[in-house]
């Protein structure tokens, strides 16, 4: 071990004396090679939080603003690039980012404790509403447990004294309390949210743990109160609507990124109480969505707000006037179907499905044009999601209709078959599960001319030749009900099958034997071109 880092030493001291002895015009062009090297590639020992951790912190430093130009780094940064050691050992999972939302400070603002609103006289207490409104508009810096805890606590009584005003005093929202309460909820909440994890630095959504808030116990009690003052009887829209216009409504929804799922809870049930009490918001709202769901299905595929959206549309949906919309329809195909494509969908799969059964129920006649898009958009190769998929394929034949039924037995029962050979055990097992619903095996009796011929040939395949014991079990089921619904059609399917079986090689080989003269004819023509 010591002879090996004095070898190193002296290779390293050797080379340091050779540099010395070059002329200055070579060192200059060695120095310009390096920093031309140094500038195409950036260095792997760095990520964006270690960088961060470098800068100078105070917010009034001029050469702070001056330095961030387009792809330039402080002059501190770059002093310390060219100082690093290149035999530095990166660090095996780089750091993750800050742990909840940043919220600026300006400076510091001593706050006074205030008296109880119950305390005081009536005609006095919308003035000292008024002033602890004002009061909770200083921020505080939670990521520092130990700093002015004199002021966070007073702000935490202030906020729990209001919310107890408004729910139990009537008549306590007047015309100048609304600019005051809407501002002190969008400064304390409307901020910046931290941009997520990427993949490829080693985050696992489903192993660690959501980063949370910081700051809840002051959100929390803020949430708390917006919600309180929009379902008071005495809130008035036409009031609101002043201050509350479509900018704040749209950093509303850009709140629901947010990973702290009890924001998210909270920013759900703000936001379907704006959608009931705010009719002409109401396309706006929908429109807004749609555009988040855009971005995330065609450009970024990383939202963290998709369920709780998913579940106020559900309701939404459910409050739609028959007959729909052409409007919805599109919705329907544009919008909430091609939702099945992103591979993220287990955070939000029985959302989607809870809205596209509330389509269906709604209009019966939807029923195709949705099978059709989950057979586009079935996977291919991944079994969990294909899991998912056969989930949705049972709940849509739970509220399917026959005559609607007939219309899609046959792409649905035919990707079943397929669902039936996978390998993967947990695919074909959820497939099967299918013979155990009543209602759908009565939607089966009905079309069993139909159906036997599609799902024969892969059951009784598996029924001899698949590795799982559980599956063969769920087969001879399935088998047995076959045949209990149509005896001679089961005996048929099962001759032709017999018959057919032997001629497999056959056809592989003339399949086989048309695919390489085709190779041939392609290589000829080529070759004539």
Sequence with gaps: MMKG???????????????????????QKSKSSNSQKQSNNKPSILSRASIQNILPTSPADPTVTASFKANELPKTTTTWLKGASKDTIPIGKVPRRQKSSRFHVEEKVELEKLPLL??????????????????????????????????????????????????????????????????????????????????????????????????????????????????????????????IDQRFLLQLLELFDSED?????????????????????????????????FQFIYETESFNGIAELLEILGSIINGFARPLKNEHKVF??????????????????????????QFLEKDPALCKPIVDNLIRYWPKVNSAKEVMFLNE?????????????????????????????????QVAERALYLWNNEFILNLMHENIQLIMPLVFKPLYTHSQQHWNRTIHGLVYNALKILMEMDTDLFDKCTLEYKENEPRIPQLEQERQNKWSKLQIEAEANNNTI
């Design 332 to 357: 329907l195909t544009r919008v909430l179907m091609p939702l099945h494509k992103p591979s993220s969908i287990a955070a939000y799969q029985p959302q989607l499905a809870y809205c596209v059964v």
């Design 393 to 425: 394929i049972e709940e849509i034949l739970d509220v399917v209709e026959n005559t609607e039924f007939q219309i899609i037995m046959t792409p649905i029962f035919k990707r079943v078959a397929l669902c039936i050979s996978s390998s993967h055990f």
């Design 261 to 293: 799922p009890r924001e998210r809870d909270f920013l759900k049930t703000t936001l379907h109480r704006l959608y009931g009490k705010f009719l002409n918001y109401r396309a706006f709202i929908r429109k807004a969505i749609n555009h988040i769901f």
């Design 118 to 243: 119950r305390e005081m006289a009536p005609n006095k207490r919308t003035e000292l509403f008024l002033k602890k409104l004002a009061q909770c508009q200083v921020l505080f810096d939670f990521s520092d447990p130990s700093s002015d805890l004199k002021g966070k606590d007073i702000k935490g009584q202030a906020l729990q004294d209001m919310l107890e005003y408004i729910a139990t005093t009537k008549g306590a929202i007047t015309s100048a309390v609304y600019p005051e309460a809407i501002k002190m909820f969008s400064v304390n909440l409307f901020r910046t949210i931290p941009p997520p994890i990427a993949r490829d630095e080693g985050y696992d959504p489903d192993d660690d743990e959501p980063t949370l808030e910081a700051a809840w116990p002051h959100l929390q009690l803020v949430y708390e109160f917006f919600l309180r003052f929009i379902e008071s009887p005495d809130f008035n829209v036409q009031e609101a609507k002043q201050h």
């Design 5 to 27: 880092i004095k070898v190193a030493f002296s290779r390293k001291s050797s080379h340091d004396s050779k540099s010395d002895s070059q002329s200055p015009k070579s060192s």
